[in-house]
């Protein structure tokens, strides 16, 4: 029997909670099944597939829930909050998955895996914060929202003011070798949700330890798909295509780039750090490390992408 490509698809924030809306559970499962067409097609066309997901807006209101409820239950710390949304949002992925390819006469066994990376206890980021999670709020807010303990708001340009949490660079998946054996005997595996669960190795004695922090999901994506051996990686984000000079007079789409091109793009600032740079880094890093093709696109045209019809696709 041929060897299946494997394919990791990382679903953006968007694919599950879209802006503007409330966000409530009914619309999350929605969105999911909307999101998962082009799963569902590159399923049907055999190829092995990983997917993982956001988090962003669900740990953001997690938190809320958190700080509100102190006075009444312990308070949860954020590397716990992670492994929290990262079950609950893939039981949401998986039944939605499980209900499409039903739907397709499609028959798969499919396993979500609460995912812990690995991450350098002193990663830059850990005391200078820069990931954006939760909700979007006015500038009239702000400085109410800034009086709470340990927040720290910054603004996400174009868009508002929202709560930044501390985001180490990932560098190896704890569960690697699980999950490369429950794709090898074809079942489909849900994994670093909303990025994984940061730890790191306690040089003391050993032990795996917890960090109040969330994971870039597409650079955790781009870590697993290498360690598990996967060929491509398919980013599906809010944009049908990558573009030079976004928003501007000359912006230019990219229907396919190589990996030096999008070196140099990167480098000389086309894609800022809180959009499009961790997917074009993701990519970079997936490439440079042996993947074959990374797409990046939009739900809407994921199934054309899958085809090599849609998107921007980056070879090395």
Same mark, same amino acid.
């Given at each position: 029997?041929?060897?299946?490509?494997?394919?990791?698809?990382?679903?953006?924030?968007?694919?599950?909670?879209?802006?503007?809306?409330?966000?409530?559970?009914?619309?999350?499962?929605?969105? !999911?099944?909307?999101?998962?067409?082009?799963?569902? +097609?590159?399923?049907?066309?055999?190829?092995?597939?990983?997917?993982?997901?956001?988090?962003?807006?669900?740990?953001?209101?997690?938190?809320?829930?958190?700080?509100?409820?102190?006075?009444?239950?312990?308070?949860?710390?954020?590397?716990?909050?992670?492994?929290?949304?990262?079950?609950?949002?893939?039981?949401?992925?998986?039944?939605?998955? +499980?209900?499409?390819?039903?739907?397709?006469?499609?028959?798969?066994?499919?396993?979500?895996?609460? !995912? +812990?990376?690995?991450?350098?206890?002193?990663?830059?980021?850990?005391?200078?914060?820069?990931?954006?999670?939760?909700?979007?709020?006015?500038?009239?807010?702000?400085?109410?929202?800034?009086?709470?303990?340990?927040?720290?708001?910054?603004?996400?340009?174009?868009?508002?003011?929202?709560?930044?949490?501390?985001?180490?660079?990932?560098?190896?998946?704890?569960?690697?070798?699980?999950?490369?054996?429950?794709?090898?005997?074809?079942?489909?595996?849900?994994?670093?949700?909303?990025?994984?669960?940061?730890?790191?190795?306690?040089?003391?004695?050993?032990?795996?330890?917890?960090?109040?922090?969330?994971?870039?999901?597409?650079?955790?994506?781009?870590?697993?798909?290498?360690?598990?051996?996967?060929?491509?990686?398919?980013?599906?984000?809010?944009?049908?295509?990558?573009?030079?000079?976004?928003?501007?007079?000359?912006?230019?789409?990219?229907?396919?780039?190589?990996?030096?091109?999008?070196?140099?793009?990167?480098?000389?600032?086309?894609?800022?750090?809180?959009?499009?740079?961790?997917?074009?880094?993701?990519?970079?890093?997936?490439?440079?490390?042996?993947?074959?093709?990374?797409?990046?696109?939009?739900?809407?045209?994921?199934?054309?992408?899958?085809?090599?019809?849609?998107?921007?696709?980056?070879?090395?």
């Amino acid at each position: 029997m041929k060897k299946k490509k494997t394919i990791v698809v990382a679903l953006g924030g968007n694919a599950i909670s879209h802006q503007f809306e409330e966000g409530n559970i009914h619309q999350q499962f929605a969105n !999911t099944r909307q999101s998962l067409n082009g799963v569902v +097609q590159l399923i049907a066309e055999g190829y092995q597939v990983l997917v993982t997901h956001g988090n962003g807006p669900q740990v953001g209101n997690a938190l809320i829930r958190v700080e509100e409820s102190r006075h009444l239950v312990p308070v949860l710390p954020l590397g716990v909050i992670v492994a929290d949304t990262e079950g609950g949002m893939g039981y949401m992925v998986e039944q939605c998955l +499980q209900n499409k390819l039903h739907d397709r006469n499609i028959t798969r066994e499919i396993a979500t895996i609460i !995912t +812990q990376i690995l991450v350098d206890p002193e990663d830059p980021s850990i005391t200078n914060p820069t990931k954006f999670v939760g909700p979007i709020y006015s500038e009239d807010k702000v400085e109410e929202l800034r009086k709470r303990p340990g927040w720290i708001l910054k603004e996400d340009k174009g868009r508002g003011w929202r709560r930044v949490v501390p985001s180490p660079i990932p560098k190896e998946i704890v569960g690697k070798k699980v999950i490369r054996l429950l794709l090898d005997n074809d079942i489909l595996v849900i994994a670093a949700g909303g990025g994984g669960i940061p730890v790191y190795i306690n040089q003391k004695n050993g032990w795996y330890e917890g960090i109040d922090a969330v994971i870039d999901k597409d650079l955790a994506s781009a870590v697993l798909a290498r360690d598990v051996l996967a060929e491509e990686l398919l980013i599906i984000t809010a944009v049908e295509k990558v573009a030079l000079n976004w928003g501007k007079p000359d912006q230019t789409f990219l229907d396919r780039i190589t990996l030096a091109e999008a070196r140099n793009y990167l480098a000389e600032g086309h894609f800022p750090s809180g959009s499009m740079g961790p997917k074009i880094q993701a990519a970079i890093n997936f490439l440079e490390a042996g993947g074959e093709k990374v797409t990046i696109t939009s739900i809407e045209k994921s199934v054309e992408a899958v085809k090599d019809g849609g998107g921007t696709i980056i070879v090395p």
